[in-house]
């Protein structure tokens, strides 16, 4: 955490900031508590956002429904507001690293810790697909590291920016990096993008390696558009991992798995007795 700014405000509807937790492409988030001294991750939305009518009431709708999402290894939304100078959120506190922070500091994760983060972030996905809810935005960062496991956190959001005419500048809502080949298109999504995006994730968390090679954000997404022509080399990744990655990295969302059974199959190979067994996973794909 991070001291307070000389511009931070001492306080946010009534919630009083304590600490900066972290900064985004969607705004700041601060640490503080509420009334019943519970600490809360609060995140306010960054003031050109909020001067953008359509995305109050698509960021309130989608907060709403966020509110509904109870699962696993999902960070609950507890508090909000769309209507105020600055929209904002709170969420329960969850004491953890974000995984790019750890990946950073510690290098790759051991293949049984990449099949507990595949298969708990699984659940989460789950639990936010029944809701409704499609995350657009699962990178490292948005994954915590906590002491009961994986923990994911900014569900929703994304959607609340992707319909306004925020991306009018050129930007993107979303890392390109982990998007989806349909979502670098800029096709209508499903929920098979965020799996695609676990894909790439536990690649990573894995190895280092983007399974898309380095390179400006840009590039990679680009060549993550290519998916279909030129799919990327698995080989340099733990076989134990490699059937996973290939379901989850298929270029056609109907071709991937659905969390259950995503969650399902990383269960089954983290309980493999054989290192090099591919016997942990059914053999659910290619369909």
């Not at 995140?43 to 709403?64: C, D, G, M, P």
């Not at 995006?197 to 997404?221: D, K, N, R, Y």
């Amino acid at each position: 955490m991070k001291s307070l700014r000389a511009d931070d405000p001492p306080e946010v509807a009534g919630y009083r900031l304590l600490a900066r937790i972290g900064e985004g492409g969607m705004g700041s988030v601060f640490l503080s508590r509420t009334r019943g001294n519970q600490p809360v991750a609060l995140k306010v939305i960054r003031r050109e956002f909020a001067e953008e009518e359509e995305y109050r009431l698509r960021f309130q709708q989608e907060v709403r429904a966020a509110r509904q999402v109870r699962g696993y290894h999902v960070v609950p939304v507890v508090d909000h507001d769309a209507t105020g100078e600055r929209p904002w959120l709170a969420s329960t506190y969850i004491p953890g690293l974000p995984l790019n922070t750890a990946l950073e500091d510690f290098g790759p994760l051991p293949v049984p810790t990449v099949l507990q983060l595949v298969g708990c972030v699984a659940e989460a996905l789950r639990a936010v697909h029944v809701a409704g809810i499609i995350h657009r935005d699962l990178k490292p960062s948005n994954v915590l590291l906590g002491s009961e496991g994986p923990w994911v956190i900014d569900f929703g959001i994304a959607r609340a920016a992707d319909r306004t005419q925020l991306t009018r500048s050129g930007g993107v809502v979303g890392t390109p990096q982990y998007m989806s080949p349909e979502q670098v298109a800029g096709l209508p999504l499903t929920p098979a993008a965020d799996v695609f995006s676990l894909g790439l994730i536990a690649a990573v968390a894995a190895t280092g390696h983007h399974p898309f090679g380095e390179g400006q954000a840009t590039t990679v997404a680009h060549r993550i558009g290519n998916a279909a022509t030129r799919p990327p080399d698995l080989s340099r990744y733990p076989v134990e991992l490699r059937q996973i990655l290939a379901g989850c990295l298929a270029p056609g969302p109907e071709d991937r798995p659905v969390p259950a059974e995503l969650a399902a199959c990383a269960r089954r190979r983290a309980g493999a007795n054989s290192a090099l067994s591919t016997a942990g996973c059914p053999p659910l794909w290619p369909r």
